[in-house]
C-alpha cells in the first residue's frame, strides 16, 4: 500500500495510475497525514442475478397454492363486519344538490 499526498496525486495522477495498473497495489491519498481516499484496480464483478425466482435460495413451500385456508380465517368475522366509509349515508352525495 502506497500513501501519497493530495498535491502529489494531483501533480502526477497519470504517473500513478501506470503504477497501479502495473503492479495492482492500492494507492492512499492522504492530506495532512491522514488517509482520505483510496485508489485501486477496477475488478470485474459478475451480473447480479435479477428476479427472485432465479436466486439459488428461493423455495416455494409445498402447499403455497392451497386455498383451504381464506382471508376471513386470520380475521374470523371482524373482515365480514367492518364497515367502511362507503356504507356510511353521511358520506354519499344528495341527489340535486
Same mark, same amino acid.
Given at each position: *500500500?502506497?500513501e #501519497?499526498?493530495? =498535491?502529489?496525486?494531483k501533480?502526477? !495522477?497519470?504517473? !500513478? +495510475?501506470?503504477? !497501479?495498473? %502495473?503492479?495492482?497495489?492500492? @494507492? *492512499?491519498?492522504?492530506r495532512?497525514?491522514? +488517509? @482520505? %481516499?483510496?485508489?485501486?484496480p477496477?475488478? &470485474?464483478s459478475? %451480473?447480479?442475478?435479477?428476479?427472485? !425466482?432465479?436466486?439459488p435460495?428461493?423455495? +416455494?413451500?409445498? $402447499?403455497?397454492?392451497?386455498?383451504? #385456508?381464506?382471508?376471513? &380465517?386470520f380475521?374470523? $368475522?371482524?373482515? @365480514?363486519?367492518?364497515? @367502511? %366509509?362507503? $356504507?356510511?349515508?353521511? =358520506? ?6
Amino acid at each position: *500500500m502506497k500513501e #501519497v499526498g493530495l =498535491y502529489e496525486a494531483k501533480a502526477t !495522477l497519470s504517473a !500513478l +495510475i501506470t503504477e !497501479l495498473e %502495473a503492479t495492482g497495489e492500492k @494507492v *492512499m491519498l492522504t492530506r495532512h497525514g491522514k +488517509i @482520505v %481516499a483510496e485508489i485501486h484496480p477496477h475488478r &470485474d464483478s459478475p %451480473a447480479p442475478t435479477r428476479g427472485l !425466482l432465479k436466486s439459488p435460495g428461493f423455495s +416455494i413451500a409445498p $402447499d403455497f397454492n392451497d386455498t383451504e #385456508v381464506g382471508f376471513e &380465517d386470520f380475521f374470523g $368475522d371482524a373482515a @365480514v363486519r367492518t364497515r @367502511v %366509509a362507503e $356504507d356510511s349515508p353521511s =358520506y354519499r352525495t344528495k341527489k340535486g344538490s
